[in-house]
């Protein structure tokens, strides 16, 4: 399958500072990126769609001014959590697919905010 | 509103026999349908997918059967391996190519040798 990868894989930061995360489509052009998240022992809640040179859809619930996600190309897609609080803690994973095929996963981004 | 269940949080089978996982879904809209399995702290790897015009879909040692009727498709694993071991999302759309995927809550499915 194809490969997508995530960094960094785990960050641990104080409260208040922001986080990037970013997701790459290592061996294909990825038309759509997914943000998702995933507390302990829960679901995948997509947070975000981001198509290559468009803004973003948040999902209901988001708050888009607090998770910052830029697609500048058709590989990279970037998931900035801004003055990060405790309850921002949790497991971030991106997916991406060409277009109209199957969504491929990173590895994930365990993030820790003290 | 839980539109994907996967109503077993776990799930113990013997090395070698057959692992049967559950999913239900709600929404009669939906019309895609896929099974990843995922490891602790790495992201879910793509499985097997149907589409809702198949009641079942085969690939190697999975396979994937739809009932549309009863909103239900599970997910056969024989012969059932150690490597198996892991959590198992059932997900759906609302086309093949759909942009947004509804995930159950995934059931662990641990091989005993």
């Known amino acids: 399958g194809a490969v997508v990868s995530q960094h960094p894989s785990r960050v641990i930061c104080k409260s208040g500072t922001s986080v990037k995360i970013e997701c790459r489509s290592l061996?294909?052009?990825?038309?759509?990126m997914f943000w998702y998240r995933q507390f302990p022992k829960q679901s995948l809640m997509l947070m975000a769609t981001?198509?290559?040179?468009?803004?973003?859809?948040?999902e209901q619930g988001v708050e888009k001014d607090k998770f910052l996600i830029n697609h500048a190309s058709l590989t990279l897609s970037t998931l900035t959590v801004t003055s990060a609080h405790p309850e921002d803690s949790s497991f971030y994973i991106c997916s991406a697919r060409a277009y109209q095929e199957t969504q491929y996963f990173g590895p994930g981004t365990r993030l820790l905010v003290l | 509103d839980q539109q994907v269940k996967q109503n077993s949080p776990s799930l113990s089978v013997q090395e070698g026999r057959i692992s049967i996982l559950n999913c239900d879904y709600t929404n009669s809209m939906f019309d895609y349908f896929l099974w990843y399995k995922k490891y602790p702290a790495e992201g879910p790897t793509f499985l097997i997918s149907i589409s809702s015009i198949k009641d079942k879909n085969e690939d190697g040692r999975f396979t994937v059967f739809l009932n549309k009727s009863a909103k239900h498709l599970s997910l056969h694993i024989v012969p059932s391996q150690p490597g198996d071991s892991a959590v198992y999302f059932c997900a759906a759309s609302l086309i093949q190519g759909a942009q947004k995927l509804v995930f159950g809550q995934g059931t662990r499915l641990t091989i005993n040798p």
């Open positions: 061996d294909f052009q990825a038309t759509t």
């Open positions: 981001s198509n290559e040179g468009s803004k973003a859809t948040y």
